[in-house]
C-alpha cells in the first residue's frame, strides 16, 4: 500500500500520478500466486487503463466506484447507467446507514442492476465490464438517495 506524497507549501503534490499508484498496487495485489484476491478502489480508480489491467487475464478481481457515466462504444450516444439500469430490477437490498455528520441512521433500501457490457477503451477497442447499480428507492423527504 502506498500513502499519497504530501502537498509541499503551495499545494502541489509532487512525485508519482495517483492513476498510476493504483494500477501499481492492483498489479502488486495481482502477483499473489494461488490466490484468488478482489481489489476494491473507491471512484479515484474508475481508469480505463485499470479496467483493462483487470480484464487481462490477472488472477484478482477488481470491485470499484463509478465515477464516470461513460458513452459506451456502439455511437448512439447511450451511457452506461442508464443502459445497466434499462429494464426490471434484479432484487432489492436493504441495511441501515450509519449516522455521519448531521445524519441520524436510517433504512436504506435499494433496487439492484447489473449488465456485463464493453466500454471503449480510448484507443479504438473495448474493455469488458460488469456494472452494478444499487439505488434507493423511498428516500426520506429531503434526503439525497443513495446510489
Known sequence: MKAR????KDGVRHGQKESTRWIECYER???MPATRLVYVADREADLVAMMARAGAGHACGLAGGAK???CLPDGDGEKL???TTAGEAMGEITF???AREE?????VRQQLWARTLEISNGKGGTVAVTCVVAREI???KGAKPVE
Not at 506524497?5 to 509541499?8: A, I, V
Not at 445524519?103 to 433504512?107: E, T, V
Request: no cysteine; proline share 12%; hydrophobic share 30%.
Open 138 to 140: 423511498g428516500a426520506p
Open 68 to 70: 464516470h457515466n461513460r
Open 96 to 98: 441501515t446507514m450509519p
Open 81 to 83: 447507467w442508464a443502459h
Open 103 to 107: 445524519q441520524k441512521a436510517r433504512k
Open 5 to 8: 506524497e504530501p502537498r509541499d
Open 29 to 31: 495485489v495481482a502477483e
